[in-house]
């Protein structure tokens, strides 16, 4: 009778684990990105989505069309949808449009006036900035919107838009 070559049969079964586990956890991966974006797909407003993950972080770019009325409605429709899918994962969102230089360069204009909000609460003050800015860059509209937990951002010039979405975070008292 021939002897079993233990080494071998040791190193086969060590090759055939890690194929069938990485096998596996491709799959997975691969089924939880593919329905993750089929059901974000399905909300008014979004044109494509990309999930790439680096690490254990994953990042969403997220294209919007330039038919989102509402984007605070759209936000949490996709963070609720992603916060399901993800459950106790890391991710990021980042929002993209067809947008133009100028739209780019009033929203960092704008910038100063949301952080500004965001410290001293002073969302009114904010609207009235966000509208002289919509003047003075000669856009269609400026619409801002605010919740316990973000503020949204749209601005629209002709065909374009940008969106922007920001996150409030507690004031230090």
């Not at 008014?44 to 984007?71: A, F, K, M, P, T």
């Not at 429709?77 to 992603?82: A, H, I, P």
């Not at 860059?137 to 374009?160: K, M, N, P, R, W």
Request: aromatic fraction near 8%; hydrophobic fraction near 40%.
């Amino acid at each position: 009778m021939k002897q079993i070559n233990f080494k071998l049969l040791v190193g086969v079964l060590i090759v055939s684990l890690a194929v069938f586990f990485l096998g596996n956890h491709l799959v997975n991966n691969y089924r939880l990105n593919r329905n993750l974006t089929d059901q974000l797909m399905e909300i008014d407003g979004i044109e494509n989505v990309e999930i790439n993950q680096s690490n254990s972080q994953y990042r969403l770019e997220i294209l919007l069309n330039q038919e989102v009325e509402d984007l605070q409605l759209t936000f949490n429709q996709l963070k609720d949808e992603v916060d399901d899918t993800f459950e106790e994962r890391e991710y990021e969102i980042e929002l993209k449009a067809d947008s133009t230089e100028v739209l780019e360069q009033t929203s960092k204009v704008v910038d100063l006036a949301l952080y500004e909000a965001i410290t001293t609460g002073e969302f009114v003050k904010l609207a009235e900035r966000i509208e002289n800015y919509r003047e003075e860059y000669g856009l269609e509209e400026a619409i801002i919107q605010v919740d316990s937990e973000h503020i949204y951002l749209t601005l629209i010039e002709d065909e374009a838009v940008l969106y922007k979405v920001v996150e409030r975070e507690a004031k230090n008292d």
